[in-house]
């Protein structure tokens, strides 16, 4: 991996997407609290799920005196806590897609490198799934980001 720690990557996803309008708190991995108090929603919890080498060859000249090359797959979650359950599934569900939105935008600037502020991430790719979070005693409305970085 280049001259980059695991955290700086995680970290450098975190910040990046705290800056989605509407956003109260950032959890980053090393940053998580046992619990969720309501009024720090809408909030984002940001950390690894995991990590996958991948070797790639090549007969090309690029690789011939290299033996060709080899980078990580590194998988983020970013779980969007954005209001908690109670009486009105429509105002939750407004909620976690108003966010869900912000987010959105902050990713698709994410169209030039260096991705998330990191030189080392080369690629990314995303998805995004509705979600309930039951944390600690809090039960919330959001949604999980996977986001998947390339790094080499």
């Known amino acids: 991996m280049p001259n980059v720690t ?4 995680i970290d450098a996803v975190g910040d990046t997407l705290f800056t989605a309008t ?6 980053s991995y090393d940053e998580l609290t046992e619990g969720i ?3 720090d929603l809408p ?5 690894l799920e995991s990590i996958q080498p991948v070797a790639t060859g090549s007969s090309t000249d690029r690789t011939t005196f290299r033996g060709g090359g080899r980078h990580k797959t590194f998988t983020i979650y970013a779980d969007l806590h954005a209001k908690q359950r109670g009486p009105s ?10 966010m869900c939105g912000a987010i959105v935008d902050v990713l698709e600037q994410q169209n030039t490198k260096p991705y998330f502020g990191e030189d080392a991430i080369k690629s990314f790719s995303w998805d995004a799934v509705r ?3 039951q944390y600690a005693n809090l039960l919330t409305m959001g949604f999980r980001f996977t986001i998947t970085l390339h790094v080499y």
């Open 22 to 27: 509407g956003m109260r708190r950032l959890e």
């Open 43 to 47: 909030l984002l919890q940001v950390y």
């Open 131 to 133: 979600s309930q979070f």
């Open 6 to 9: 695991l955290g700086a990557l």
């Open 37 to 39: 108090q309501p009024a």
């Open 89 to 98: 599934i429509a105002e939750e569900m407004a909620a976690a897609i108003d």
